[in-house]
């Protein structure tokens, strides 16, 4: 189809009268709008919650097991001189 075919058939389109709207159609779609705006809140919420917990969970973690010390001896070391 050539450019001037195609903008001659999209002009076409865009004059001829626009199909009517089913009744109803506005309130579904803000329910589903709204229904889509309150799970998507809940899911960031928890999912801050859960980095809240994680973030808890390692900071006890660390502060119990203390990775960046340097681990004790296991056997004391030789005696020489003696």
């Given amino acids: 189809m050539a450019r ?3 903008e001659a058939t999209v ?3 865009l004059e001829q009268p626009l199909p009517p709207v089913p009744p109803g159609l506005h309130a ?3 329910r589903r709008g709204a229904r889509i705006a309150r799970r998507r809140t809940l899911v960031r919420r928890a999912m801050w919650l ?3 917990a ?3 969970a390692f900071t006890v973690w660390a ?3 203390r990775p960046w010390a340097e681990p ?3 056997t004391p070391p030789p005696l020489t001189g003696w």
């Fill in 4 to 6: 001037m075919n195609r």
């Fill in 11 to 13: 002009r076409r389109m």
């Fill in 54 to 56: 994680a973030a808890v």
């Fill in 28 to 30: 579904e779609a803000v």
């Fill in 72 to 74: 004790p001896p296991e």
């Fill in 63 to 65: 502060l119990a097991v």
């Fill in 50 to 52: 859960l980095l809240l």
